[in-house]
Structures are given as structure tokens and as C-alpha cells.
């Protein structure tokens, strides 16, 4: 069973998209609309959203099941307050539900956060518990830097992300620490922000103590772990002088990465350099990079063949692309084990 | 013969970091000093710092001659304003210039540039000037974020950098795109903003036409690239959506990676990705990571060590170590057939 634990509903009915823009056309006067339910989505228009789109090339490619949230770009939580974020959470939210619910062998929800500039984290649980207990989501995404690009939150060891931590654990959900759009005019936002938020992420939970406080929290960094893995070298040695326990105690319990790598060197590098049971199988399909290489003839993120290629015991590629997921995702294995897969 | 592209005199005498406390404590009182000619640091102790450090490892490891410019997480050009930035980075230079001159074998000179954030860059260029004129430098220090980590500058492709662009053009003289301390809470100087700025770089240079303005620019980007040619499929794919050229004809002319990169996987995927002829050797020796790798026995910043284990020709890897630092820095070169070598 081939699991791929990064996709985003980058392809939903436009209907969406301009339910949006009037959102943000009437961010100073909410009273004009939209309201929720002026979005209207039949289910056909879902289905075939991804019968034509994700569901199409997973067949192509070979891959069971998708991890599907709401489209990363489109999160802008630097848009509007935190009543903005969360209506526009919850119907985001719904949609990834939908699909989940028309297609169950094919995908499960996660949950993006009505996170907005400023405001506690902690406003973010009701939209969590209702994901994980109405739609049965089993994973959330996490902003790390919900302004866009300014980078104006405290690190995620700050003591203001506990609550939702305390209720990630609570529900064995782990969190993709994954940014949005950026409206910075420095970063370009799959080029640089994205995986500048890897990177950075990465060594808020190296310098601070986050796990000692959550043995159990589980994050999964997007894009290969941004430029962790090709500077591994640096980051030892970083922790070393700061006294750290190595990064196998320190933090690979409870870190992982996918392979939205999307190069054959850049994944056998990845499979070299971290343990196996830290990498989960993905793609981003269809999401920032959706051209064909002309250095293989294949598509850059059809993931799948760098991992086949890279140089794995049938065992690792296993656990790459199934057991790994399940462990990482607790109620996405109970989820499969319910239907005795 | 090995020049190292990547040293900054992190060893330099107290004296220079009391001096820069004396003149932030003073930052709205200037007229209370430190003037720079109150900084006292004699050649015996200049000699003393780099024959126990720098001289002393670059003879254990086997490296003949480092481009050596002022330490990069002191510049902090976010402290104070532009007139705070012109003394510290003239006397930065200075000490760079002089240890230079007493090591004229081993030490050639890079400066740093006064920058200061929402300040012209051109008022930087009469301390550039200074710097290749009178004290025979043969690059610079760029620093694309000098609002240390805030990002409010504007992207490198920006007209307001061009005037810097043409006195580089003029002088042939690269820049390295280094930034300096972060002062944002989010970001670890060395471990993150470091990387981000890197990769950033990177994509500012891809997502403009900038190398078609400037056709004989050159950016060196220091730590290996940051995240670049782990994600090389990535940039490749992201140019292709935007109907840019080949990164190679589009980019690999003007931009190059050094060797920063303290682990034999991740030199051995920059070999292989990058054409040799845009990978420059350098250590960044002494910096960021000091210690010894538990897993080698052998320092971290020992890069020579995975170049020389990398799968490469004797030529190319001659191309890394001497030959192309000589094409990037081409008063390098010339100084160097001055002196015969």
C-alpha cells in the first residue's frame, strides 16, 4: 500500500476561489458576505475535481491513498482576523471532508487551522476538535509563520502553541509545519518560503527543549525537511556546541519528512542521511511543481520513482511508503485497520 | 594550490568587539564616541590571532590562501544607522587589509559593505572603492537582509542594488550574498537565517531577468547553496513554469555554490548536481561549527576532506580548489600572476 502523506485540494471547483475573493472584497465590511453558505459545491463537481485531477494520477503513478488538506497557498492566514481564518477554515476544511467522504479508499482528511497574525493559537482548537471528531481528520497543518512571510509569531517551542500541542497529544494528530502564501516580496512562496520554513522549524525544535515537554508530539516537516537533510552535517554539529543530546534522541522521535524532493540525487541523498523510519512517502501532487523534466520524461513530482530508484531494502521502501504514515498517523492506522487493511 | 572563498576573521582581539559595545552603547549619543581612532590593536596582536587560528588549522588541513573578509555575524547592520555602519565596517576593513598584509601569502581581502536598512545601497560604495583601491580587495559581502532577519528590504533583483551591480561589473569583483545576525526571534542565525537567506537568494536571482541587465555579474552564494541543489529539481521545475531559460544558461553563469557543507553526503550531492565549474572550495573556517564530527573523528569545517573523498576528477577537483575561485575573483587571479603562481 503506497501512502502519500502530502496532498493539498489544490484543485477545487472555482466557486471557491470566488467565494474567497469576496471574502477579502468585504474584509472591512463582513456584514455584505459571503456567508458559508452562500458556497455552493455539488457533489459531482467534487468528484470530478479529482476523478480528472489527483485521483487520475495516483492511478497513473501507483499510490493508494492521499493525506488531503486544503490547498497550503491559499491558507493566507495573514488575510483578514481570526474571524476571517475561520470561516474560511471551516469551509476549506469541509471540502477536504467531502472529498474524504466520496472517495474513503482513496482519501483521508487533514485539517488546516483558522490561524490569524497575532491572535492565541489556542483560538484554533474548536476548528480542531471538530475535524477530528465530526470529519475524522488525523492530521492537522501548522503555521509556523501565519503573517505571510514577516515572520512576526513566536517559535514554535513558545509556550502559546502548547494548548494546541496538549491536543494534538490528547488526539495522536501530528502537525505538517507548513506555511502559506507569502507576502513578503523576499521569498518567493514554494522557492524559498516553503522551504525556508522547513529549515527554520526545524532549528526552533533543535535549539529549544519542546520535546522533553511532549515526548509524544510528533511534527512532520514538508519538502524533504527544507535544507535539513543536505546540511545534516551543520545542524550535529550545531547541536553538539549547544549541548544538546545527538539529533537521534533529540529530536527524531518525534520529527519527520516527507519526500517532496523533486530530483532523484536530492531523495537518495534524503534516504542516505536519515534514518528510514523518519521518512514518509509524498508527492504534493498536484500542487508547486507540475511540469515534466525533460532530463527523465517523467513529471518532477511523481515521488514515487525516486523512491523505487533510490537505493532501499524492500523492507525500507515498505515502511517509506506505508508503516511509517501509519505509525506517524495513529488514527489513520486505526482508520485502514477498521476496514482491515 | 587550495584557496579556501570563505573566511571571516572571527578570532579577531577583544578589543574590536569592546570597541562595537562601547558604540552601541553610545548609538544615541555618538558624540560620546568610541572614534575609530580609539580602537588600538597592534600586528603582534593581529599575527598572534590568525598564526593560533585561522594559519595555524588552514597548515593542519592543507589550504594555502583564504579570501578573508570581516566577520559576517558582526556586521549586524541593523544596529544603528548608516553613519553606525560606515565606521564599524571601516574598521572591519581595516583589520581584514592589515592581516593581509602581514600574511600576503595567505590572506587576500573581502570587504563588508556599510549597509544599513532603508538606506540607499549606493552610499556603500565609496567604502567598496576604498577597499578594492587602497587595500587591494578583490570581493565583497552583500548582505540581502540587512534588517537582520526582518526581511524589508527589497529583493536583489531591485533597481535600488544596481548602483553596488555596476561598481562590481566596473572592478570585477563578486559578491558574496551572506547575511548577518538575526535579530528575529524565529530564525537561528547559523542554523537558519543563514540557509533561508541563501536559498532566498537563489530564487530572488531565478524568478528575475537580472543576469540579463548585468551579463557578467557574480553572486556567490556561501553554504553550499542553502537549500539549492538539494531541491534542484524544484528550481528547475519552478524556471520551467515560468518559461525561464535553463537555470544553466539562465543562472549558472553568474551564480556559484561554495563547498560550506559539513558532511561527505551533502558535498557529494553538490558535486554531482552542480556543474563543477560553479562550486568554489571554502570552509568558513572559523565558524559557525567548530567541533569535531563523532562520526568522522574529524572537524566538521574540514571540507577539504569531502572534496577529496567526493567521486571526482583530479581536474575538477583542481577547478574546485584553485581554478575557479581564480575565474570568479579575477583580481584574485591577477594578484596571484603577479606573484608568479
Given at each position: 500500500?503506497?501512502?502519500?502523506?502530502?496532498?493539498?485540494?489544490?484543485?477545487?471547483?472555482?466557486?471557491?476561489?470566488?467565494?474567497?475573493?469576496?471574502?477579502?472584497?468585504?474584509?472591512?465590511?463582513?456584514?455584505?458576505?459571503?456567508?458559508?453558505?452562500?458556497?455552493?459545491?455539488?457533489?459531482?463537481?467534487?468528484?470530478?475535481?479529482?476523478?480528472?485531477?489527483?485521483?487520475?494520477?495516483?492511478?497513473?503513478?501507483?499510490?493508494?491513498?492521499?493525506?488531503?488538506?486544503?490547498?497550503?497557498?491559499?491558507?493566507?492566514?495573514?488575510?483578514?482576523?481570526?474571524?476571517?481564518?475561520?470561516?474560511w477554515a471551516a469551509i476549506c476544511?469541509?471540502?477536504?471532508?467531502?472529498?474524504?467522504?466520496?472517495?474513503?479508499?482513496?482519501?483521508?482528511?487533514?485539517?488546516?487551522?483558522?490561524?490569524?497574525?497575532?491572535?492565541?493559537?489556542a483560538t484554533c482548537i474548536p476548528e480542531l476538535e471538530k475535524c477530528v471528531k465530526e470529519y475524522g481528520m488525523v492530521g492537522i497543518n501548522l503555521n509556523p509563520d501565519?503573517?505571510?512571510?514577516?515572520?512576526?509569531?513566536?517559535?514554535?517551542?513558545?509556550?502559546?502553541?502548547?494548548?494546541?500541542?496538549?491536543?494534538?497529544?490528547?488526539?495522536?494528530?501530528?502537525?505538517?509545519?507548513?506555511?502559506?502564501?507569502s507576502c513578503n516580496a523576499c521569498f518567493h512562496t514554494t522557492g524559498a518560503h516553503y522551504l525556508n520554513a522547513d529549515t527554520t522549524a526545524f532549528m526552533q525544535c533543535l535549539t529549544s527543549d519542546l520535546f522533553k515537554d511532549f515526548p509524544t508530539l510528533k511534527?512532520?516537516?514538508p519538502h524533504g525537511g527544507g535544507a535539513v537533510p543536505y546540511h545534516w552535517g551543520r545542524f550535529r554539529g550545531l547541536a553538539q556546541e549547544m549541548k544538546k543530546p545527538l539529533l537521534s534522541e533529540h529530536l527524531l522521535n518525534n520529527i519527520f519528512f516527507d519526500t517532496c524532493v523533486y530530483h532523484q540525487p536530492g531523495i537518495d541523498l534524503l534516504a542516505k542521511v536519515m534514518p528510514v523510519k523518519n521518512v514518509l512517502f509524498a508527492s504534493e501532487m498536484i500542487g508547486a511543481v507540475r511540469g515534466i523534466d525533460?532530463?527523465?520524461?517523467?513529471?518532477?513530482?511523481?515521488?514515487?520513482?525516486?523512491?523505487?530508484?533510490?537505493?532501499?531494502?524492500?523492507?525500507?521502501?515498505?515502511?517509506?511508503?506505508?508503516?511509517?504514515?501509519?505509525?506517524?498517523?495513529?488514527?489513520?492506522?486505526?482508520?485502514?485497520?477498521?476496514k482491515g487493511l
Open positions: 500500500m503506497i501512502i502519500d502523506c502530502h496532498g493539498h485540494y489544490t484543485t477545487a471547483p472555482k466557486a471557491l476561489e470566488d467565494w474567497r475573493n469576496k471574502q477579502i472584497a468585504n474584509l472591512n465590511t463582513p456584514e455584505l458576505g459571503p456567508r458559508a453558505a452562500d458556497l455552493k459545491i455539488s457533489d459531482d463537481e467534487l468528484r470530478e475535481s479529482i476523478e480528472t485531477n489527483q485521483l487520475r494520477l495516483m492511478k497513473e503513478r501507483g499510490s493508494d491513498l492521499t493525506i488531503f488538506s486544503p490547498r497550503a497557498s491559499f491558507m493566507a492566514h495573514h488575510i483578514g482576523d481570526f474571524n476571517t481564518s475561520a470561516t476544511n469541509e471540502l477536504c471532508a467531502r472529498v474524504a467522504q466520496l472517495f474513503p479508499d482513496h482519501f483521508i482528511g487533514a485539517a488546516m487551522l483558522p490561524q490569524s497574525p497575532g491572535v492565541d493559537p501565519p503573517s505571510g512571510g514577516h515572520w512576526t509569531a513566536p517559535p514554535l517551542s513558545d509556550r502559546s502553541w502548547y494548548p494546541v500541542y496538549e491536543k494534538m497529544v490528547e488526539y495522536e494528530i501530528p502537525a505538517m509545519i507548513h506555511v502559506s502564501t511534527f512532520l516537516i525533460p532530463e527523465t520524461g517523467n513529471y518532477y513530482d511523481d515521488t514515487r520513482r525516486y523512491i523505487e530508484a533510490a537505493n532501499l531494502t524492500d523492507a525500507d521502501r515498505a515502511n517509506i511508503f506505508e508503516h511509517n504514515a501509519r505509525h506517524v498517523f495513529p488514527r489513520l492506522d486505526a482508520a485502514l485497520k477498521e
